[in-house]
C-alpha cells in the first residue's frame, strides 16, 4: 500500500512505473467522487469526472472530482504515456446503494487496458 499527499501527477507516475508490467501485480486505485451533494448534482458532477478520466484528462481533476484526485491523476498520467485506454464498468454513488438521496458520495469503477 501507498499513501500519498498532495504532489505532481507525474511523480505518481514515475511510482506506479516502478510496478507497471511486473508479473503478478495489480494496480488498484481506490477514492470516492463527489461528496455530500444532492442525487441529482453528484449524478452531473459524478458523470463529467468520469468523462475526465475516460480522456485521461488528469489535467483537470480537482479535490471536487475525487478526493484521491493525486494517485488517480498519477494512474492517468501513466496510462496516457502507455497509450492505454479507461473504460467506465460502473458508476453510481451512496444514494443507489444506501438508499439516502440528499446528501450522497460518488462511486465509479474502471478498467484499464
Same mark, same amino acid.
Given at each position: 500500500?501507498?499513501?500519498?499527499?498532495? @504532489?505532481? +501527477? $507525474?511523480?505518481? $507516475?514515475?511510482?506506479? $512505473?516502478?510496478?507497471?508490467? &511486473?508479473?503478478?501485480?495489480?494496480?488498484?486505485?481506490?477514492?470516492?467522487?463527489?461528496?455530500?451533494?444532492?442525487?441529482? &448534482? +453528484?449524478?452531473?458532477?459524478? !458523470?463529467? &469526472?468520469?468523462?475526465?478520466? $475516460?480522456?485521461?484528462?488528469?489535467?483537470?481533476?480537482?479535490?471536487?472530482?475525487? @478526493?484521491?484526485?493525486?494517485?488517480?491523476?498519477?494512474?492517468?498520467?501513466? +496510462?496516457?504515456?502507455?497509450?492505454?485506454?479507461?473504460? &467506465?464498468?460502473?458508476?453510481?454513488?451512496?444514494?443507489?446503494? +444506501?438508499?439516502?438521496?440528499? !446528501?450522497?458520495?460518488?462511486?465509479?469503477?474502471?478498467?484499464?487496458?
Amino acid at each position: 500500500m501507498i499513501v500519498v499527499g498532495d @504532489c505532481p +501527477a $507525474e511523480q505518481i $507516475e514515475q511510482l506506479l $512505473e516502478l510496478f507497471y508490467g &511486473t508479473e503478478g501485480t495489480l494496480i488498484v486505485i481506490s477514492s470516492d467522487l463527489s461528496h455530500f451533494h444532492d442525487y441529482a &448534482t +453528484a449524478q452531473r458532477l459524478d !458523470r463529467e &469526472t468520469s468523462d475526465k478520466i $475516460e480522456r485521461l484528462d488528469y489535467l483537470h481533476l480537482n479535490y471536487d472530482s475525487a @478526493c484521491g484526485r493525486v494517485p488517480v491523476s498519477g494512474l492517468l498520467s501513466l +496510462a496516457q504515456k502507455k497509450s492505454l485506454q479507461i473504460e &467506465t464498468i460502473d458508476l453510481r454513488n451512496s444514494g443507489d446503494t +444506501a438508499g439516502d438521496k440528499s !446528501r450522497v458520495v460518488g462511486y465509479g469503477a474502471y478498467v484499464i487496458n
